[in-house]
Every structure is written in structure tokens, then in C-alpha cells.
């Protein structure tokens, strides 16, 4: 049995999502105890319950322990089978976080997986918005071999969420390992700047013109598409995401959120400040995309590199846990301002 002390490292949410993922491929039953310890509201919330029930449901685990507010929790898996599974969180609890924590299952499922995941948020703060996993995550994974894709039905956002997202996945074996040493040249940045509801007050384009204006003044030219949603007249909102990719295959994203008293042409610079961050370094990835890439390069055959310009808690929390589960080698090795992760073959 997998013994893992949710207390470890960041002691967040990213240890109970890869502990299930890695026991469901495994086939290994897994106590995980102190859960979420560091946080505010330790324990199980209603966005890691039902991604821990929905992974249970892909793999056909027993699962106890498994209530608001657990700190301790036992996951038995059985077959990845796969198939039609749906999820609902009823909160504004992130939908990508819940994707995040089955789609390494659905990678390894014996059939291919329609999710449908219902009432939770799209964009919702501390989680990468929904386009951020369709045009940046999912785009890097195609590349190891994994192919899925996601479709929004309904934007959701804090603090009802009501969002709807479909997630289809094909079974794809063996991951093939990602190769990003070299950085290369960024040419154009596209984007996708979203407003639901919020069409009366030109939100999507404000927050597109403003992140379009500051790229320019550095030299960047941008691309983004506007749209104005009405899937979902019960949560106005909005987000905008931001992505280039080199002529090397290195792909950097951002994305930001819109808030109460927060403006859309700050939603538009904060996007764009973020990418532009990471252009000015040398990495390879953003510095989310290095965290959450950890588990599949993990799985993945040979050996895997990338760059990212930051060693967060998260990106260091998931290299331990891959090690200590899978019993691989990454490493992050500092070199000059960057990190160099590096999985051994």
C-alpha cells in the first residue's frame, strides 16, 4: 500500500490529486492522511471529493474516507475501464483542477472516456482557467501521444460556478517522453479573451485591446479572438488566456480572471504581464505548465527535459511525489536564472 503524508512539501490539493492518479495507474491500493494539512480549510472541499469519486468511477475503486472535511483517506483502484462518467462538483470548485486529477487514469484507460463534468467553474481563481488546459496544456500532451479534448459547454465562475465542460479522451498506451531543451524564437501571441453575459460592456474586447496594446509597446504582436458568451445566464464573468509557441516547439501560456472591481483592461495587462515574464527568460514552459507536465513525464518512456524560469511549491511537491511513487529520477537543476527538469531514461 502507497503511504502518503499529505503534510509533505506544499501540503496542497496537487498531492491528493497525483497520489490517486498514480495509484489508479499502479494498481495500488493508497492511504493518504493529513490532507490539504497547510491550508486554511484542510481536508477534502467539494472540488477534491468529487475529482477523488470521479477518479474512483474511471478505475473502479473502493474509496473510503471520502467526506467533506476528511483529512485521511483510503483508495482501493481496480481496472481502468473508462467509458461515459459524469462528475458534478456544485460549487464554483475548479473543473480544470478535476481534470487534472483524472486525465493521467483516462491516458491509461482500456476504453476511450466522455467526461462530462457539470456545476463548477471554469475560471476561478488558483487554477488554470478552462483555456488554458484546451490551448496550452492539452496542446503539449498531444505531443507525448495523449489525445484529448475539451469543450465548453458553459462558462462557469466564482461564486456560483454552474460551469459545464466535456473532456473525451482515446487510451494512448505508452506516453512518449518531451523534449524541450532549446528555447528557439516566440513569434506571434494568441489568445482567447472570453466575457459571459458581459457583452453590454465590451468586456472581452476591452480586456483583448488592453493586453494587445502592452505586447505591441514591447514588440510582440498579438492575436486574440473575442468572444462574447451567453451559455450561462446565471454567473456573469470572464477570463482571458495567452500563448506563443517558438519555432523550437517551446510553448509559453498566461491567463487571468475577471473579479469583482477589477477592471477589464486589468485582466488584459495582468495576462499580458505574465507572458511577458516568461518570454523574457529563458524557459522552455511557463511556470505552471512545469508543474503540471511532472506526472506524465513520469509515465512517459525515456528520458524528458524542460525549462522553467521558477522553482514554485508546486513544481518541487510534484517531482517528490513522482519520485516517491513511480521510484523515477527528475531532477531540477539551477542553471544561471532557469531550472532544467530532467527526467533520466
Not at 494498481?27 to 490539504?36: S, T, V
Not at 482557467?129 to 505531443?143: D, S
Not at 525515456?302 to 529520477?329: C, F, P, Q
Request: proline share 3%.
Amino acid at each position: 500500500m502507497l503511504e502518503i503524508d499529505g503534510s509533505e512539501k506544499s501540503g496542497s490539493g496537487t498531492i491528493l490529486r497525483i497520489s490517486v492518479a498514480l495509484a489508479g495507474i499502479l494498481g495500488e491500493a493508497l492511504h493518504i492522511y493529513n490532507i490539504r494539512k497547510k491550508r486554511s480549510r484542510p481536508g477534502l472541499r467539494p472540488q477534491h471529493l468529487e475529482a477523488v469519486l470521479t477518479a474512483a468511477r474511471i478505475c473502479n475503486a473502493e474509496v473510503k474516507g471520502a467526506e467533506i472535511g476528511s483529512m485521511e483517506l483510503w483508495f482501493e483502484p481496480g481496472e481502468i475501464e473508462g467509458g461515459s462518467v459524469k462528475a458534478e462538483i456544485g460549487t464554483a470548485g475548479s473543473i480544470s483542477m478535476l481534470i487534472m486529477t483524472v486525465l493521467p487514469l483516462c491516458a491509461h484507460a482500456k476504453n476511450p472516456v466522455h467526461l462530462h463534468i457539470e456545476r463548477g467553474g471554469t475560471d476561478v481563481s488558483h487554477a488554470p482557467t478552462i483555456n488554458y488546459m484546451k490551448y496550452v496544456f492539452l496542446p503539449v500532451l498531444r505531443r507525448m501521444g495523449l489525445d484529448a479534448e475539451i469543450t465548453v459547454r458553459r462558462y462557469g465562475y466564482y461564486p456560483r460556478g454552474m460551469g459545464e465542460v466535456i473532456l473525451e479522451t482515446k487510451p494512448c498506451g505508452r506516453l512518449k517522453p518531451l523534449m524541450l531543451r532549446e528555447r528557439g524564437r516566440f513569434g506571434v501571441i494568441n489568445g482567447i479573451s472570453v466575457c459571459t453575459f458581459l457583452a453590454n460592456r465590451r468586456v472581452a474586447e476591452r480586456q483583448a485591446k488592453a493586453a494587445e496594446r502592452l505586447l505591441r509597446s514591447r514588440g510582440y504582436e498579438a492575436e486574440i479572438r473575442v468572444v462574447n458568451d451567453f451559455s450561462n445566464p446565471l454567473q456573469k464573468g470572464s477570463s482571458l488566456v495567452l500563448w506563443s509557441e517558438s519555432d523550437r516547439g517551446a510553448i509559453l501560456g498566461s491567463d487571468a480572471i475577471g473579479e469583482i472591481r477589477k477592471t477589464s483592461e486589468a485582466v488584459g495587462r495582468e495576462a499580458a504581464e505574465k507572458i511577458l515574464v516568461e518570454l523574457g527568460s529563458e524557459a522552455t514552459v511557463d511556470v505552471h505548465l512545469a508543474d503540471m507536465l511532472i506526472p506524465y513525464i513520469a509515465l512517459a518512456d525515456g528520458e524528458s527535459t524542460y525549462v522553467s524560469r521558477s522553482m514554485t511549491d508546486h513544481l518541487e511537491t510534484n517531482i517528490w511525489l513522482a519520485n516517491k511513487i513511480l521510484n523515477v529520477d527528475i531532477q531540477a537543476v539551477k542553471r544561471g536564472d532557469v531550472y532544467v527538469i530532467t527526467k533520466k531514461g
